[in-house]
Each structure stands twice: as structure tokens, then as C-alpha cells.
């Protein structure tokens, strides 16, 4: 065995984006491709060196291979130690779980989360820090600067080590553990959840109905609610991880669930429907014939956190991304906590728990978690949601009608424009941004513009500022729409549209979410030149 020095050049465009970096499966396979990435890791992160690394991905096509090459990297690089799951199939909770649980450095984690698997689907990459979070921006900042002028690269020309088996090894002077994060994960579920209450509750005859979509939360799930909770066994489907999901679209939301919503109709269905994505950090939250949307999850949870154990002591505050409806924002002012509004990106939640400012965290996009790890963390969505199932003896919709009937209820719904022309997304944000300052007052229909601006968030723990993070315009009677481009998308650009109505009156409750936006709908449309800039009069998802 020997360490080689390998002469490179930089390749363009490796900048990560809301989450890491994410890049067709060929693209990565390029020669030198990832290894840049990983090597600017390396210099961007000193104290790897020496240090302890957690290893392993979301199994998509590609994740056998790349995860030889950074035990070879990390070895030819100095890590004293690495922790790699088992045939490198981590999910990106665990891995956050992992890393705090060993003390470890930091981890490398291999997902393009969400987004699609296979040889002509998507790969990525991302660095999580010693606290289990993803990487600051000053992190990823210097990741990427490395990127554009590294000349070489250093790895081992060891042979594969074989990772199906749990085990020691050594690869030039570095350890090598091959470890099980599924039981580190169920412990931490158990010191967080009712599992006694949970499975007397299944012993009762309630069922789940668990759609893993082909991804990395299967293992998991199976484990926790088959073997250690007693759900009926079958509780999981689609529980096997599949380098390509199955042909599937892992992202857990009504344009690819459609499964999942069909298993949850009808007086038959389970009593809680759920799914996660590629790399186990979303949740879907679904009662019979009943979509929960991802804002009213998070604004639930911090209603109802005195019911869970992990959380009975009490919660500092919730924090939800800017374009996160905001009815959590109603709970924390009900309970007296502060609730944060940062930019998209769960990476700006972490400084927020570190410092003890934030219990509970979510987005729009089918996330929330908390500060058991430093990840938005899908099964524990799903035990959150079990556990107060168990607790209270309602039913999902039981507990979100009544959340409502208490405090109003956030009508959300979010249009994608996918795939659209990169300058002309950005022309249309352009045009947005530039229209600022003449849209207060200005009325569209019955709708009357209140404020309008560009986010830009003060981070209260380190003070740095991160600007330009989506348009929001508001309207008089508490109705809003955000216009931001997906920093996730490997192809084109996608044009999201966040669009927001608060509904006091229950009696008003049952009209349909977008019916209830209509005329919010029709003035996102008007106010971004929508049609004429991007060439699509509608959207391609609505979530
Ligand atoms: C990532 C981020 C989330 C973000 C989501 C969508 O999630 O961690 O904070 O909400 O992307 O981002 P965008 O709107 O820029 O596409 P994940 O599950 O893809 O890692």
C-alpha cells in the first residue's frame, strides 16, 4: 500500500448549494471529480487530521464506490479513525447521531437526498461538522475556494475493504470501523419517545403504514416499529434500499406519494400514513383521507411537546425557514417562547440549538427535527407523531382540526416551476427585486400589498448576515407570497412560489387550500411575469 499524490485540476462549478453538493451521477464520475471535492474537504477542514470520521450515504447509485475512495482519501490524508456503516448505508439523521454520539470530527455524508437515484439520476455530497450539522457557510465557502485551485490530490492505493460485515481494520495507519448506525439511532429514539405507550398502542390494534419510497429510512423504520414497537410486520414498505429507489422519486410530498395517499383512504386505512425521502431526513405526515402539511406539523409539535418525554421539560423555542408557513409563529407567541425565522437551508438551524435558543425546527419542504441531532430527521417525525397518537387518543385529524380551531389555521401551498431557463429565473428574480420599493399599497384585485422586501438574516449566535434569500411580499389581512429559486436542482432552474393565507374562523376551515389562494395564486403570477418570463403558465408540482 502507498499514498500517491494525484495531479488534478479544478473542475468549475463545485459549489455547494442549499444543501451540499449535488450534481448528475455522471458528473461525478468524471475522473478526479469527487476527488477534488473530497481533498478540498480535507484542506478546507484541518483538524481531520488526526481526527475521527463518520462515513456512509443514502445507497444511491454511485455510493459503493465513492465510499472507497474517501476511506482511501481519508487515509491518505491523516484521520486517525473512521466510523463506516455498514455497506456505507447511513442515513443522514443517523449520521448526525453518529457523530455526536462517538465525538467524532466530523462526518462525510453521500445523498443527493430527495432527488432522484439510478446512473442518469442525481449524486451528491456534504460535510457535517462536529456539532452533526451540515457545515456553516464559511465552511462550505472554503470547501469551494479550495476547489478552484487544488493541483492535486492524496489517497491510498489500498484495496476496497470489504464493509458488509461489522469489523476492524486498518488502511495505511488509519482504523477502520464498520459499524451498525441503525441500533445508535433506536437508542436515541428511546431516550426521546414513549415506547411502552407507543406499543401498548399497537397492541391495541393500531397500525402505520410506513412507505420508505425505496430509500435509506427502511432499515430504520423497520427495526424501530416492527421489531422494538410491535407494529403489524408489513407496517414498512418498500423497505429495501435500491440504488436507483425503485425508479422512483424519493421526495415525500402529494406530487410523488401518491402510494402512500392511496394506502390512506378509505375507512380501512391505518391510522397513521408516513414516508420519508432518499436519505431519511423528510417526513410526510398523513391521517385517513388526511394530508398534514409540513408547517402545521412543526406549529403541532410545538403545541403538543409537553405530551413527549424527550421534550417535557419544556422547549427554548421553534425555528422555521423563512418561507415555512408561519403558524408556529402563533404557538410560540401562545407559550411564550421565541420563534426564529432563518433562511432555507437546515444548516442555519444549527447554530440556533447549539446555543439552546431552539428545541424544534422545520420547513416547508417536509422537514422538522429537533436538537437530538443537528439534522432534520424523518423517523423521528413519524415516532413524534405516534407518540402523541398514543398520548392523546385522537386521530390525525382529530388533533389538527382542533390545533386549528385554536389557532386559526395557515392555508400553504407551494408551486415549483422545475427545470425552467437559468437566465430567466434569474431575470425574474432580478425583475422581483427591482419592483421592491413600488409595491407597498399597490392593489392586485382585493388584495393589497402591505410590505415587500428581500430577506436577509441576522444570525443571532454568530452575527453573520446571509442575504438575498427569497422575496417576500405581504398582504393587508395576514396573507404573504415568497419567490425564491431552489438551491437543490441539478438541472435548469426551479422557480418556487410560496403562497400563505391565515384563516381565523373554523367555520371557514374546510374550503380547499387552493381554492382558499386562488386570488393569491393569480397575483403571483401578475407580479412576476411569470408566463411571459419563464414560458410556463403553470406549475410543473404543487405541494
Ligand atoms: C435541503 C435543505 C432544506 C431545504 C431543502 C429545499 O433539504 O436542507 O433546508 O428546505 O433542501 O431547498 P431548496 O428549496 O433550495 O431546493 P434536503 O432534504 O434536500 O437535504
Partial sequence: MAILNQPT??????????????KKVGVFQQPHYLENFVQAIFDAVPELAGGVLVAG??????????????????????????????????????ASCVIRKHGATGGIILSASHNPGGPDGDFGIKYNAANGGPAAEKITDAIYARTQSLNEYRISNSADL??????????ESMAVEVIDPVADYAELMQQIFDFGLIRAWFAAGHRIHFDAMSAISGPYAKHILEDLLGAAPGSVVNAVPLEDFGGHHP???????????????????????????????????????????PSDSLAIMTA???RIPGYRSGIAGVARSMPTSRAADAVAKDLGIACFETPTGWKFFGNLLDAGLATLCGEESYGSGSNHVREKDGVWAVLFWLNLLAATGQSVEEIVRAHWAKYGRHYYSRHDYEGIDCDAANGLMAHLR???????????GRLVVARADDFAYDDPVDGSRTSAQGVRIELEGDSRVVFRLSGTGTEGATLRVYLEAFEADPAQHAVPVQEKLAELIVLAKEVAGIAGRTGRSEPSVIA
Fill in 57 to 94: 450515504g443514502d445507497g444511491r447509485f454511485h455510493n459503493r464506490a465513492a465510499i472507497q475512495t474517501i476511506l482511501k482519501m481519508a487515509a491518505a490524508n491523516g484521520v486517525a479513525r473512521v466510523l463506516v456503516a455498514q455497506d456505507g448505508l447511513l442515513s443522514t439523521p443517523a
Fill in 434 to 444: 427591482a419592483a421592491l420599493p413600488g409595491l407597498p399599497g399597490k392593489a392586485f
Fill in 162 to 171: 470489504p464493509l458488509g460485515e461489522l469489523g476492524s481494520f486498518t488502511l
Fill in 304 to 306: 403538543q411537546a409537553m
Fill in 251 to 293: 421526495d415525500p410530498n402529494p406530487a410523488h406519494a401518491g402510494d402512500l395517499i392511496r394506502a390512506m383512504s378509505g375507512p380501512d386505512a391505518a391510522d397513521l400514513g408516513a414516508a420519508s425521502d432518499g436519505d431519511a431526513d423528510r417526513n410526510m405526515i398523513v391521517g385517513r383521507d388526511f394530508l398534514v402539511s
Fill in 9 to 22: 485540476q479544478p473542475f468549475a462549478g463545485q459549489k455547494p448549494g442549499t444543501s451540499g453538493l449535488r
